[in-house]
Antibody
Framework: EVQLVETGGGLIQPGGSLRLSCAVS????????MTWVRQAPGKGLEWVSV???????YYGHSVKGRFTISRDNSKNTLHLQLTSLTAEDTAIYYC????????????????WGQGTLVTVSS | DIVMTQSPDSLAVSLGERATIFCNSS????????????LTWYQQKPGQPPKMLIY???TRESGVPDRFGGSGSGTDFTLTISSLQAEDVAIYYC?????????FGQGTKLEIK
C-alpha cells in the first residue's frame, strides 16, 4: 500500500528541538521529490521544505536556518529536524510526495500523510 | 518570493449553482519553454489533509469530478465548480510551483448558501 506515516510530534518548550519522521511505503523516497507542509491550528497551509530526488533542498523563509530536511534511503524514511522552536512553529506537519511528470516537472502533491502535531509551549 | 492571493476569502453558493474562486500570483508562473503555468489547486475538508484537484492551471487530477475546472495563465487563475454539491464544502487553496519557496494562497472557504 502506498502511504506516508508521520511520527515525532508532541509538546516541546520554546527553544527546543524535535525530529519528525515520515515512514514511506509503496514507493522509494529516493526517487521522488518529497515535501513538508505545515498548518497552524485554524490557519492555512504553509509550505516548509522540499528535497529533490537528486538531493537538492529548499526551505521557506520562516524556517530557513532552523529546519533541516533529509531522507534515509535505506529505511525509506523522510525526516525534518526542527530547532530553535517558537510558538509560531505550532502546527500540524504533513509529509507529502510531489507528483511530477517527465519533462514537465511539478504537478503538485499527489500523496499526503495524516500529519503530526507539534505544539511549542512552556 | 511569489505571493499568492486568493479571492474571496469566503464564499456561499447555493446547491447546484456555480462557484468561482480566484487566485493571483505576484509574478508570472508560466514557463515559456513549455507554455505551462505551474499553478495547482487543492481542496481541504475538516480534519483531512488537502487533496489535489487541478495542476498546471487547468489539468484535472485523475478521479476528480468534471464539475471542477481550472483556467488562467501567467498571473491570474480561476477554479470553477460548475454545479455545487454538498460534498464540495471545503477550503480551497492555490499553490505555485514556479519558484521555491512553493507558496500557497491564503485559502477560500466555500459554504452552502
Amino acid at each position: 500500500e502506498v502511504q506516508l506515516v508521520e511520527t515525532g510530534g508532541g509538546l516541546i518548550q520554546p527553544g527546543g528541538s524535535l525530529r519528525l519522521s515520515c515512514a514511506v511505503s509503496g514507493f522509494s523516497v529516493s526517487n521522488h521529490y518529497m515535501t513538508w507542509v505545515r498548518q497552524a491550528p485554524g490557519k492555512g497551509l504553509e509550505w516548509v521544505s522540499v528535497i529533490f530526488a537528486g538531493g537538492t533542498t529548499y526551505y521557506g523563509h520562516s524556517v530557513k536556518g532552523r529546519f533541516t530536511i533529509s531522507r534515509d534511503n535505506s529505511k525509506n524514511t523522510l525526516h525534518l529536524q526542527l530547532t530553535s522552536l517558537t510558538a509560531e512553529d505550532t502546527a500540524i506537519y504533513y509529509c507529502a510526495r510531489e507528483g511530477t511528470a517527465p519533462d514537465a516537472g511539478f504537478r503538485g502533491v499527489d500523496l499526503w500523510g495524516q500529519g503530526t502535531l507539534v505544539t511549542v509551549s512552556s | 518570493d511569489i505571493v499568492m492571493t486568493q479571492s474571496p476569502d469566503s464564499l456561499a453558493v447555493s446547491l447546484g449553482e456555480r462557484a468561482t474562486i480566484f487566485c493571483n500570483s505576484s509574478q508570472s508562473v508560466l514557463y515559456s519553454s513549455n507554455k505551462k503555468s505551474y499553478l495547482t489547486w487543492y481542496q481541504q475538508k475538516p480534519g483531512q489533509p488537502p487533496k489535489m484537484l487541478i495542476y498546471w492551471a487547468s489539468t484535472r487530477e485523475s478521479g476528480v469530478p468534471d464539475r471542477f475546472g481550472g483556467s488562467g495563465s501567467g498571473t491570474d487563475f480561476t477554479l470553477t465548480i460548475s454545479s455545487l454539491q454538498a460534498e464540495d464544502v471545503a477550503i480551497y487553496y492555490c499553490q505555485q510551483y514556479y519558484n521555491a519557496p512553493y507558496t500557497f494562497g491564503q485559502g477560500t472557504k466555500l459554504e452552502i448558501k
